[in-house]
């Protein structure tokens, strides 16, 4: 069972493609760069300012930050940016006996905010126009902003939640019409996009026929849909245990997500694998014990530097977002 929908009846709130794929130009790829501490430096010109992954992988975190000005009475889930971190995209849940969040059209639906500096105040919230009586989970945008990832269990789908694409031409329009992303989805339920850059490559979740959530990969090109990656980069990840919310960094060399496997701290943590290249499965995983709780902890952006982790927590007993930077 999804532990992120547990959270919906515990919390009464959420923890829980048709030609329209823009070219935005390939991946650069790995690049052998060492930094003064012997780690990997990926150069990247997907990211939002030239895509350094500075930060290494095992440095851990300082203490989270609330974003005190995103908390309302509904519960505010998995948090995605935008590339510049000047945008933010989320899910909120209502609270209580409350049958929809204000502002949404109805159960769970997609916010967005924006500030005017990484490091500044984000505004007031406002609901997406794509937002329907059913759910709406886990927006995720490309680097231009133009073409937003969610899963939805709204009528019209292959199974019960589905991946969709929503585009648009400019970022101060509204997204279209979404559109199913049917080379991806199934009978089961899909989950927990998470987009790079140049929007050819896709990490989502699955709850496969008699399994719980697994974590895959697709990638496509400028003028092709999706094809499920099949070669086990997650063999190692993949387990009885639920694993979602797959966040990858630029470099796609490390993957923080959410899990409730054994060796945790609380109902769900955040843990962590490495590779060594694109071309290898990633290894066994660490958990991130810094960031975890005793309740539901999922992650839902790293930067393009790979030093701060949005990430959504309950720890106060509502959900809410927090950031967390390496020192």
């Keep these: 069972m999804d532990t992120r929908l547990r959270i919906v009846s515990i919390l009464a709130g959420i923890v829980a493609a048709c030609g ?32 350094v992954v500075s930060c290494s992988a095992t440095a851990p975190f300082g203490t989270p930050k609330l974003l005190s000005e995103l908390d309302t009475a509904d519960e505010n889930g998995v948090p995605h940016l935008t590339h510049d971190e000047l945008t933010i995209y989320f899910e909120r849940s209502p609270s209580g006996d409350a049958s929809a969040v204000g502002g949404g059209a109805g159960g769970l639906d ?12 984000f505004g007031v919230a406002t609901a997406l126009a794509l937002d329907t009586a059913a759910g709406e989970w886990d927006p995720t945008v490309t680097d231009d902003d133009l073409s937003l990832y969610f899963a939805s269990d709204r009528d019209g789908g292959l199974g019960q939640r589905d991946l969709y694409l929503a585009t648009r ?58 094809s499920e990656d099949t070669s086990g980069i997650f063999d190692a990840i993949n387990t009885s245990s639920v694993e979602q919310t797959p966040t ?53 952006w790293i930067s ?24």
């Design 20 to 51: 329209l794929f823009p070219d935005v130009g390939p991946l650069i790829g790995d690049a052998g760069a060492l930094d003064a501490q012997g780690e990997d430096v990926v150069q990247n010109e997907a990211g939002g300012d030239g895509g």
């Design 110 to 121: 997609l916010f967005t905010a924006t500030r005017t500096s990484p490091t500044g105040t």
């Design 169 to 226: 031409t400019s970022v101060v329009g509204a997204f279209a019409a979404p559109t199913n992303v049917a080379a991806l989805n199934t009978p089961y339920d899909e989950c927990c996009a998470y987009v790079m850059p140049d929007g050819l490559t896709l990490y989502y979740a699955r709850e496969p026929q008699g399994a719980d959530w697994q974590m895959f990969r697709a990638t496509r090109t400028p003028t092709t849909s999706f």
């Design 248 to 300: 990858v960094t630029l470099d796609e060399l490390t993957v923080y997500y959410g899990s409730d496997r054994n060796g945790g701290k609380g109902e769900v943590d955040i843990w962590r694998a490495t590779r060594a290249s694109r071309s290898v499965p990633f290894g066994d995983p660490v958990n991130v014990s810094e960031l975890n709780t005793a309740g539901y902890d999922y992650p839902g």
């Design 304 to 327: 393009d530097d790979g030093c701060r982790l949005y990430f959504m927590s309950d720890v106060s007993g509502t959900t809410q977002i927090f950031v967390a930077s390496k020192n």
